[in-house]
């Protein structure tokens, strides 16, 4: 018998763990020398995402490079990639790490490149984590405020 709510849980908790053991928050990737050569668009982005240590050589990005196939390949292919999500030219790229699996798109982290600079996006149990542990401080603080009156 199957249980109701087990797998929306289970993929909850997939989306929740990727990616917590390559936290990056805290880093950053800017190639000026690259940036001068190159325009960074739609077209580009991606190439210079490769050139930064958030970059997984594994992926299949890379295994398309080598051979020198199309993106479009991607999509038939398993296992670890790059998209780009979201493009305001010039300014704002949001790129996606994920795994692809039969039958399924587990999204990994998102990296978002603004003027050139590349940062890793927290997840959302860091972003919430984070808020919980603000409140609790501030709760203390200001009980203690209370007491003393």
């Known amino acids: 018998r199957k249980r109701k ?4 849980r289970k993929v909850i908790k997939r989306f929740m763990m990727s990616g917590q053991d390559e936290d990056q928050t805290g880093v950053c990737f800017k190639d000026s020398r690259w940036l001068e050569e190159k325009p960074l668009n739609r077209d580009t982005v991606l190439e210079y995402f490769s050139l930064s240590g958030f970059y ?4 299949n990005n890379e295994q398309i490079k080598m051979q020198r196939l199309s993106l479009d390949k991607l999509k038939q292919m398993i296992g670890i ?6 493009a305001q030219e010039d300014y704002l790229f949001v790129i996606l790490k994920q795994k692809r699996e039969t039958g399924s798109i587990v999204p990994m982290a998102y ?5 050139g600079t590349i940062y890793q996006s927290p997840n959302i149990f860091s972003i919430l984590s984070s808020r919980l542990v603000r ?8 009980q203690s405020f209370i007491e003393g009156f």
């Open 5 to 8: 709510g087990v797998g929306r």
């Open 56 to 59: 997984d050589r594994t992926c």
């Open 81 to 86: 990639e790059y998209v780009l999500e979201h």
């Open 111 to 115: 990296y978002y490149v603004i003027h």
């Open 135 to 142: 409140l609790f401080l501030f709760s203390s603080s200001f």
